[in-house]
């Protein structure tokens, strides 16, 4: 079966350092894999998107790469703050649908 | 311009009882998708409208059903409610232009059955 797997231990990290938070999957090549950011009783809230074509992808202090080989999506937040603590989720479409499936995210916790 | 808008943002209700929950999306947007989300299971797709069609559906019974107006608001509807139930409803909207747009999700409404 398919699977998206993020780790479901919260990563614990100091402000200033470098988050790094992984998005494994199983059983599809997808056309494109998504970023969220959810914070606690809120919707999730897009960041960022890459396509099968492309290797990495920035937007400020984020970045994001995609790796079809491994089948992995590696998420970087650099010089990272308390305010950054949230849950990510990945998302990308399985199946032969669009409709992206969600991983079931990873608790970021940035310590001042 | 406004975001997704979702009401109620909490609920309770009994078991057996029914409930409508309501989502307005981006203007402009034509695509609404619903999803439930719960500690155990994270966030699940419920079904997806577009221009008043259900356009893909996800793996849940059949007392969970939504449709969609022509303003592209949205209801989705659960019946006869069991304790399993309670979770967050989430409603996304986007485009629905391609197959790579991305999502902008409501606040959610806070089902609890009881």
């Known amino acids: 079966s398919q699977k998206i797997e993020q780790n479901s231990e919260a990563l614990n990290i100091q402000e200033g350092k470098t988050a790094t938070l992984t998005c494994n999957y199983t059983n599809y090549s997808p056309a494109y894999l998504q970023w969220y950011r959810q914070d606690p009783g809120r919707g999730p809230v897009f960041l960022l998107l890459i396509r099968e074509n492309e290797k990495e992808k920035r937007k400020e202090r984020l970045k994001v790469t995609f790796d079809t080989t491994l089948k992995q999506s590696l998420f970087h937040i650099t010089a990272s703050q308390p305010a950054d603590s949230a849950t990510y989720l990945c998302a990308l479409p399985v199946g032969g649908s669009y409709i992206p499936t969600f991983g079931r995210g990873t608790s970021l916790i940035v310590h001042p | 311009k406004a975001g997704v808008t979702q009401t109620p943002r909490y609920l309770i209700k009994t078991r057996g009882q029914q409930v409508t929950l309501s989502c307005s999306p981006i203007?402009?947007?034509?695509?609404v998708s619903w999803y439930q989300q719960t500690p155990g299971q994270g966030l699940q797709f419920l079904f997806e409208y577009f221009s008043e069609t259900q356009r893909n559906k996800g793996n849940f019974p059949g007392r969970f059903s939504g449709r969609q107006f022509s303003n592209s608001r949205s209801e989705m509807n659960v019946s006869t409610l069991e304790l399993g139930d309670s979770a967050l409803y989430l409603c996304?909207?986007?485009?629905?232009?391609?197959?790579?747009?991305?999502?902008?999700f409501g606040q959610g409404t806070r089902l609890t059955v009881v």
């Open positions: 996304a909207s986007s485009s629905g232009a391609g197959k790579n747009t991305e999502a902008f």
């Open positions: 203007s402009g947007h034509r695509s």
